[in-house]
Every structure is written in structure tokens, then in C-alpha cells.
């Protein structure tokens, strides 16, 4: 669709980094990698050894900043100390999570969680996490991804990639291409290979998943060329088959930030003096302006389709792994609570017709025919749940359809919606009376992949699961894995096909069956006349 379809962009800007790390045993675990020998601690469960801030990259910084990643080749001086938690990489401040100290451009880093008694034969199942954040917020340190408690039959990875600016930029004429942190993660999974044997993983049984941008970015990556090399599926939780730009307009975007800076597109000397908080404080100023309801400014920093790395879109190329694709069923509250908080209830009619204006234009009619607020009369808030209708269905849910429909796709896919509403905050922000208005939001499903079922939310408050969400976590994980071990969900997930819509509904425990994408022919249609 046109530049209209800004609808809540700002979803994905959620997330920064932090983390609270469980007590390491006395006796701290040791591995040896291509640089050397790092030494990590021990988990509080016991069973779980973690490996905290491995460079897999020269540091990004002076003449490197806008380059592509130079992979770290050193040597460690003696034994390298591997318990730090890693800084993140330069960002923004974020929606409902307070803005986070320990940025750093020296940020490329991995951490690696393995069980106590990984051993070289057999080999484990390797599950690599991508954060989300918009392309331009998050980090591996923020607590909610602590992989302290993962799967203990699988060895865990998550890495760090520029965003923003600094990972993005395109200056075409002065050799700034972009895509700096698509190619950071392509290097990581690179150090995926070189390394984790050393870790007790197996390098030919590696799933890479992302949630929101980083479920976008794993779809990117999963219709590369070389993605058989680097994975053996992907998931993607709430971002497969989102629009991605081309290098045009992200060079568009780039000249008119470095005007704000004030450098010449071109500068590419004042580019890389800029301080990063400069760099971020006048993206902020160009994603805040001209907010209108529920709108905000596009963030044109993001993976571009540049005719090299990446070719076409991916939903063009189509995925060249297996890969689950999927979204929750209510995308859209999270913002919308975010933004408006108690608010909420006061969203009248007014607000609704603005907001489809604001987004659709000349097509807002057509919409509000098919999404009018009186099809939510029966709900506790029937604006709110409109947009976030609208929202889940226009740019997640179909999103995700088109992906899995790609007559391009060369590997087999599947899918999900995840529809279970949580009974405790996952994030410190979300107050435990809005669980239920939130339902099953954005990032909801995010605790229970990572096996956060105690003391929620991030380990150190006060809430537990039911044994019933305990479960549902342990489906999860044990399907998660699956993908990395066989190229499948397991034995009960059926593969997706267009003509009969299967795959799981994840309730408040997993049904098999009809998972309905039927609202994305009239999305499909709406585009099509879309006069943009």
C-alpha cells in the first residue's frame, strides 16, 4: 500500500537491553574457541552454563562505523572473562521499558547458554535468537531473553546487530550501502558455525528465530543464497512478509537525517564523528514528528532490498529452509496501551475516523465498511479493538500469509497464532489488571518460548505461571527445538498449504487445525486498488 499505511509503526519499538543474571556455581565452566578459552558462569538451576559477550566482530567504530562487519580474529590474552553482561548497541529509548545505560558502538557481541552436561557426541540442537525493536531498539542483555531457563536439550544463542543509523544508513555516492546490521548477523551465524561445536551444539542443526523486526530480518535471511549454509530453519513470530524498502528510499530517508545532523549526505567524515546519542536523539526527533493519534513518523532505517545481499523482497524470493510462521492474535493492544494507557477508554468514534483517515485516505470508507466499531459492540472497549483488529490483520497477520503463500517458497513451512492470554506481566511495565485488555499482545508469547515461568516478569517478581501455561511453554520450546533438529515443529504440527490453511492454534493449550487467514483477501483487494 501508499505512504498512507503508517498505521502504528512504532510497535516494534519496544524492547532495550538489561539483564539480571542468576548466580553462577563456584566452579565456572570453561570452552575453548577459535580465539581462545573464555570462562562463564553457572546458571541458579544448576543445569545451564552461560558464556556472556563473545566478540564475533572487529568493533564497528572510527573508519568501520558504516562498513560491512570484519569478523574477530584475535587471540585472547590468557582466559577470556565471559560473565559480563554486553552492552547494546546504540538505540533509541522505547515504549514501555524505560530507557537502558550500556550502550556502546562496541556492541558485537554473542552470548550462549548450554547445558551443564553438553558433551561433543551427540551433538545438540542450536536455537540463534534475533531481537526485535524495530531495527532500531533491543539488545541480548534485556532481561526477558536471558536464556537461563531454555531448553535444556538444545544450546542457545543470541547476538547483538547494529541498528538504526548506525546500522542502516545508505550514502550511495560516498560507498555507505547499508544493511550494516543484516550483515552483522550474517557474520554471527558464521561464528555460529565456526564455534559451537565447542559449546556441545551441532552447526548442521541450527534454527535461527525472530520476534517482530527480528522475525522480519530471520525471514530476510532464511531467502538468502546462503541461508542453507548458516541455518537448517527459521521461525518467524510477528514479522515474516513485512514490507521492506529499497535502497532508494532508504537513501532518501538517510539524506534528509544527515541534514539534521547537520552533515552533507555525502559527509561521510562528519557522519562518523557524530556522537551515537546524537545520531539517536535526531532519529528520535524525526520518529516523534508529526505524530497524529494513533500514527507515528515511518523509521526508515531498516534491511533494504539493494539488489546484492538482498536481491528482492523476500517474499519475492521465498524461503529457501523450513520455517514456522505465525503472529498472536492481538498485535496491536500493546501499542495501543503504550500509548494511551488509561486513556483507552475514552477512544470514541472521532478518534476511530481520524485514525483511518490518518491511514488509508481516500480508502478509509472501504475500511470502516468492513471493520465498523459496532462489529465490537460486545467488547469491553470497542475502538480500542477496532484499530487493534485492523492492526493485527493488515500489517502482521497478513503479512505472515503472504509469506507462506510465496509460490517462490523452496522448503516447507507452517504455521501458528498465538491466542493465550497471559496470567502474569512478562514486562515490568504492564500492570497485571491490563493482562486481560491486552489478551494475547505482542511479545506475549515471548516468556513462554524462553521458559520465564516463575517469578515473572524477568525472574526477580512476584509472579508464577499455572502448571497449565508451564506446559504450554514446554510445547513450545520442545517445538522451537524441533525446528532445529528436524526441520519440523514435531510429529503434530501439520505443514501449511494454502488450500487447507493448517497449522496450530496455541490457545490455552495447542489445538491443531484451521488457522483463519480468511480477512487477508480483503487487504489483498484493498491494495490492489490503492491509487499509490
Given at each position: 500500500m501508499g505512504n498512507g499505511r503508517k498505521i502504528l509503526t512504532s510497535l516494534a519499538v519496544l524492547l532495550g537491553p538489561s539483564l539480571v543474571l542468576a548466580e553462577a556455581a563456584s566452579r565456572a565452566p570453561e570452552v575453548e574457541i577459535a580465539n581462545g578459552t573464555i570462562r562463564g558462569g553457572r546458571c541458579a538451576s544448576g543445569t545451564v552454563n552461560y558464556f556472556l559477550s563473545i566478540p564475533y566482530a572487529v568493533p564497528p567504530v572510527g573508519d568501520l562505523r558504516f562498513t560491512p562487519p570484519q569478523p574477530y580474529n584475535q587471540t585472547f590474552a590468557g582466559v577470556r572473562d565471559a560473565t559480563t553482561p554486553a552492552p547494546s548497541c546504540p538505540q533509541l529509548g522505547m515504549f514501555l521499558v524505560a530507557y537502558q545505560a550500556g550502550q556502546s558502538e562496541d556492541c558485537l557481541f554473542v552470548d550462549v547458554w548450554a547445558p551443564a552436561n553438553a558433551t561433543e557426541d551427540p551433538k545438540l540442537p542450536v536455537k540463534v535468537w534475533l531481537h526485535g525493536g524495530g531495527n532500531s531498539a533491543g539488545g541480548i542483555s534485556f532481561p526477558?531473553?536471558?536464556?537461563?531457563?531454555?531448553?535444556?536439550?538444545?544450546?542457545?544463542?543470541?547476538?547483538?546487530?547494529?541498528?538504526?543509523?548506525?546500522?542502516?544508513?545508505?550514502?550511495?555516492?560516498?560507498?555507505?550501502?547499508?544493511?550494516?546490521?543484516?550483515?552483522?548477523?550474517?557474520?554471527?551465524l558464521r561464528w555460529v558455525q565456526e564455534n559451537i561445536e565447542a559449546f556441545g551444539g551441532d552447526k548442521h542443526k541450527v534454527v535461527v528465530f525472530g520476534q517482530s523486526a527480528g522475525g522480519l530480518d530471520a525471514h530476510i535471511l532464511a531467502t538468502l543464497d546462503e541461508a542453507p549454509s548458516l541455518m537448517k530453519s527459521a521461525i518467524m513470530q510477528s514479522g515474516a512478509g513485512q514490507s521492506v524498502q529499497d535502497l532508494p528510499s532508504v537513501a532518501a530517508f538517510s539524506a534528509k537525517f544527515a541534514a539534521l545532523l547537520p552533515c552533507g549526505a555525502n559527509d561521510v567524515a562528519c557522519l562518523r564523528a557524530a556522537t551515537p546519542e546524537h545520531l539517536n536523539t535526531t532519529l528520535l526527533s524525526m520518529f516523534l514528528n508529526g505524530s497524529d493519534g494513533f500514527v507515528f513518523e515511518f523509521n526508515g532505517f531498516g534491511p533494504a532490498v539493494d539488489g546484492g545481499l538482498v536481491p528482492a523482497h523476500?517474499?519475492?524470493?521465498?524461503?529457501?529452509?523450513?520455517?514456522?510462521?505465525?503472529?498472536?492474535?492481538?498485535?496491536?493492544?500493546?501499542?495501543?496501551?503504550?500509548?494511551?494507557?488509561?486513556?483507552?477508554?475514552?477512544?470514541?468514534?472521532?478518534?476511530?475516523?481520524?485514525?483511518?483517515?490518518?491511514?488509508?485516505?481516500?480508502?478509509?470508507?472501504?475500511?470502516?465498511?468492513?471493520?465498523?466499531?459496532?462489529?465490537?459492540?460486545?467488547?469491553?472497549?470497542?475502538?480500542?479493538?477496532?484499530?487493534?483488529?485492523?492492526?493485527?490483520s493488515s500489517v502482521?497477520?497478513?503479512?505472515?500469509?503472504?509469506?507462506?503463500?510465496?509460490?517462490?517458497?523452496?522448503?516447507?513451512?507452517?504455521?501458528?497464532?498465538?491466542?493465550?492470554?497471559?496470567?502474569?506481566?512478562?514486562?515490568?511495565?504492564?500492570?497485571?489488571?491490563?493482562?486481560?485488555?491486552?489478551?494475547?499482545?505482542?511479545?506475549?508469547?515471548?516468556?513462554?518460548?524462553?521458559?520465564?515461568?516463575?517469578?515473572?516478569?524477568?525472574?526477580?517478581?512476584?509472579?508464577?505461571?499455572?502448571?497449565?501455561?508451564a506446559a504450554l511453554a514446554a510445547y513450545l520450546q520442545a517445538a522451537w527445538t524441533s525446528m532445529a533438529g528436524a526441520g519440523n515443529p514435531g510429529p503434530d504440527w501439520p505443514e501449511f498449504a494454502e488450500s487447507s490453511m493448517l497449522g496450530v492454534v496455541l490457545n490455552d493449550a495447542p489445538v491443531p487445525g484451521v488457522v483463519d487467514y480468511s480477512e487477508c483477501a480483503f487487504w489483498e483487494g484493498l491494495k490492489s486498488q490503492d491509487p499509490a
Open positions: 526477558l531473553y536471558d536464556g537461563c531457563n531454555s531448553d535444556t536439550a538444545a544450546v542457545h544463542v543470541s547476538l547483538n546487530y547494529r541498528l538504526g543509523a548506525l546500522g542502516f544508513l545508505v550514502a550511495e555516492p560516498a560507498g555507505l550501502l547499508g544493511n550494516y546490521g543484516l550483515r552483522d548477523q550474517i557474520l554471527a523476500p517474499t519475492e524470493a521465498g524461503v529457501k529452509v523450513p520455517s514456522l510462521i505465525g503472529s498472536t492474535a492481538h498485535e496491536g493492544t500493546l501499542l495501543l496501551y503504550a500509548s494511551y494507557g488509561n486513556a483507552t477508554a475514552s477512544l470514541d468514534q472521532t478518534d476511530y475516523d481520524q485514525t483511518l483517515v490518518s491511514n488509508f485516505g481516500s480508502q478509509a470508507a472501504i475500511v470502516n465498511d468492513t471493520y465498523p466499531v459496532s462489529r465490537y459492540s460486545s467488547t469491553r472497549l470497542p475502538v480500542f479493538y477496532a484499530v487493534d483488529d485492523i492492526y493485527t502482521i497477520h497478513c503479512a505472515a500469509f503472504n509469506a507462506l503463500t510465496s509460490s517462490a517458497n523452496a522448503a516447507p513451512v507452517y504455521t501458528f497464532v498465538f491466542n493465550h492470554t497471559a496470567t502474569c506481566p512478562w514486562l515490568p511495565s504492564i500492570a497485571p489488571g491490563a493482562l486481560e485488555l491486552l489478551g494475547p499482545a505482542h511479545t506475549s508469547e515471548l516468556a513462554l518460548v524462553f521458559g520465564q515461568v516463575r517469578r515473572l516478569p524477568f525472574g526477580t517478581g512476584s509472579c508464577n505461571l499455572t502448571g497449565q501455561e
